[in-house]
């Protein structure tokens, strides 16, 4: 059974670095598209970066240039390199996997890992 659990939020300060991880339990197939989004409180979960499996990624115009996607399908692993954070990176960061066009399939959630930016 495909399950995703992040880890790696943390209270930082404006400026600093994280990475999040996203392991899954099951296969990563190369259909698969793996995302990052995140929600803030009182806000609407937004799409942040997403990387195919042939390593095309997309960022929302708020992250480029300071988050960096990657997946190690060997390790079964989606990561989120986060640099020079701003208080408005403040939210729990859900990891997400998705069939690639054209396949279709079941989407899979991970429950959150909360991402705190703060002096």
């Known amino acids: 059974q495909e399950q995703l659990v992040e880890s790696g939020g943390d209270l930082v300060q404006p400026g600093g670095s994280l990475r999040l991880s996203c392991a899954a339990s099951?296969?990563?197939?190369?259909?698969?598209?793996m995302a990052w989004y995140r929600e803030a409180p009182g806000d609407q979960r937004e799409l942040v970066a997403s990387v195919t499996g042939d390593n095309t990624t997309q960022y929302t115009d708020s992250v480029k240039g300071r988050f960096t996607i990657s997946r190690d399908n060997p390790k079964r692993t989606v990561y989120l390199q986060m640099d020079n954070l701003k208080p408005e990176d403040t939210a729990v960061y859900y990891c997400n996997a998705a069939p690639t066009f054209p396949y279709s399939g079941v989407i899979y959630w991970g429950k959150g890992t909360l991402v705190t930016v703060s002096s």
């Open positions: 099951g296969i990563i197939d190369r259909i698969y598209t």
